[in-house]
């Protein structure tokens, strides 16, 4: 479940950027009620892109920003609990990883979709029902 984190430059010092997508990737597993998974939790992978200040927006004009992106199957967040305690959860944990620079109201969530059937893990592409299979077992 890929995760993108995309941070203005001097939002996160480049050691908080990794404790960043680690901490991302521990809320996802813990509001899905699978840490410790031994499925989900390797293919559970993330990366961090850091743009130039001049080069985030916000109300048209430069801002610091964070923004949290999932690319996950589609029976991931589906539940309104998981959604609103995961969105608090990271919003927190950016504002914090910032020392408290960063603003709540300057840190966005986005979760997009997979169309059924491509996910692709090692070369296979799963349908939803074959991750749930993987999934359930541990």
């Known amino acids: 479940m890929p995760l993108t984190l995309i941070v203005t430059e001097g939002v996160l010092s480049k050691d908080r950027e990794q404790i960043a997508i680690a901490r991302l990737s521990e809320a996802f597993l813990k509001q ?35 923004m949290v992106e999932w690319k996950v199957p589609s029976f991931a967040f589906t539940n309104r609990d998981v959604q609103l305690a995961y969105v608090a959860e990271v919003t927190d944990i950016l504002h914090e990883l910032s020392d408290k620079k960063l603003p709540k109201d300057h840190i966005w969530v986005n ?28």
């Open 32 to 66: 899905h009620g699978l840490v410790g998974n031994k499925f989900m939790t390797p293919n559970v992978i993330g990366h961090v892109e850091v743009i130039a200040k001049d080069r985030t927006f916000s109300g048209l004009k430069p801002t610091t920003v964070a």
């Open 111 to 138: 979760v997009v979709h997979a169309v059924d059937g491509a996910w692709g893990i090692a070369g296979k592409a799963h349908t939803n029902a074959e991750l749930g299979a993987l999934v359930s077992q541990g």
